[in-house]
């Protein structure tokens, strides 16, 4: 049986945890430095990028400032 193709929000969360990943290999930032920049639980920000969907706006703005993504790169993700 092939494989399926992935659904357009699964990609969309893919793209958005590679944006993430990035940006914290850029700026040199582990995931615990950027939960305390966020203002968040570690545990929360684990279980947020686990499931991107479940992001709130607020936490997304947080998140785009917090690793200076531009709002071109904005447009791609979200």
């Known amino acids: 049986m ?3 193709k992935p659904s357009v929000s699964q ?4 793209y958005l945890l590679a944006t ?3 940006h914290l290999t850029l700026m040199g930032l582990s995931k615990t430095e950027l939960a305390i920049k966020m203002h ?3 545990q929360a920000l684990h279980r947020r990028l686990k499931e991107p969907e479940s992001l709130s706006l607020e936490e997304l703005r947080r998140l785009a400032k917090v690793l ?3 709002d071109s790169e904005k447009l791609t993700v979200w």
């Open 2 to 4: 092939p494989a399926l």
């Open 68 to 70: 200076k993504i531009e």
């Open 11 to 14: 990609q969309q969360d893919t």
């Open 20 to 22: 993430v990943s990035r």
């Open 40 to 42: 968040m639980n570690y």
